[in-house]
Nanobody, 123 residues
Framework: VQLQASGGGLVQAGGSLRLSCAAS????????MGWFRQASGKERENVAS????????YYADSVKGRFTISRDHAKNTVYLQMNSLKPEDTAVYYC?????????????????WGQGTLVTVSS
């Protein structure tokens, strides 16, 4: 099972990026999906997650109103649209597939992890 995250890069503050996470070898249509990030010297945190059917979403307070998680079941892909980026959003971003249809914010709620993609926001 593989999750391949992509879309990271260098962007100026105020800019936008869209991260993608494509799954291979199996479908995650029945699983919650989440995006986590880990900044240098900090613990990994859940920034956004979505239930299997998309009806339930979670956003960390720090990204509410700026980030949007979405998923395309047909493409077996989950996205994270990031707008109005700030330097404090700089981190390695990971996608993850939850243990169940609805998952919490803890890392232990997620079973499969992508390799991470680096987002750097310059001031």
């Amino acid at each position: 099972v593989q999750l391949q995250a992509s879309g990271g890069g260098l962007v100026q503050a105020g800019g936008s990026l869209r991260l993608s996470c494509a799954a291979s070898k199996r479908t995650f249509s029945n699983n919650a999906m989440g995006w986590f990030r880990q900044a240098s010297g900090k613990e990994r945190e859940n920034v956004a997650s979505m239930s299997w059917n998309g009806r339930s979403t979670y956003y960390a307070d720090s990204v509410k109103g700026r980030f949007t998680i979405s998923r395309d079941h047909a493409k077996n892909t989950v996205y994270l649209q990031m707008n109005s980026l700030k330097p404090e959003d700089t981190a390695v971003y990971y996608c993850a597939a939850g243990l169940g249809a609805i998952s919490g914010t803890a890392e232990s709620d997620y079973r499969y992890w992508g390799q991470g993609t680096l987002v750097t926001v310059s001031s």
